[in-house]
């Protein structure tokens, strides 16, 4: 059984940086990734990691966000710099079934998912 915990969300200041952790059960050798959903827009995608720890990250995100996974630890973290409003969104960590995937960023590949932390960015 797979679960998915995340933590770290919050309220930030425009220009400031969060750090979200998500702690994995059930998972070895999954593809992982950070998708997130703001009222009324789809879940799209931030960040992944292959099994074989190839990243990809999102266009509006790609210079700002971190993707890291500490596999002993069966953690997954984002690390968030230079935040604006538009990162405004509940964040959800992810699993897939696959080690690595053609499509690293579709939502649809992703079996497995965590409950959402809460990202707010005020200007």
């Known amino acids: 059984q797979v679960t998915l915990v995340e933590s770290g969300g919050g309220s930030v200041e425009f220009g400031g940086s969060l750090r979200l952790s998500c702690v994995a059960s059930g998972v070895t050798n999954n593809m992982m990734g950070w998708f997130r959903q703001a009222p009324g827009k789809e879940r799209e995608g931030v960040a992944s990691?292959?099994?074989?720890?190839?990243?990809f990250y999102g266009d509006a995100v790609q210079g700002r966000f971190g993707i890291s996974q500490d596999k002993a630890k069966k953690t997954l973290e984002l690390r968030m710099m230079d935040l604006r409003a538009e990162d405004t969104a509940m964040y959800y960590c992810?699993?897939?079934?696959?080690?690595?995937?053609?499509?690293?960023?579709?939502?649809?590949?992703?079996?497995?998912w965590g409950q959402g932390t809460q990202v707010t960015v005020s200007s």
């Open positions: 992810a699993a897939s079934k696959w080690s690595d995937l053609n499509e690293p960023l579709k939502k649809e590949m992703y079996w497995y």
């Open positions: 990691i292959s099994g074989n720890g190839r990243i």
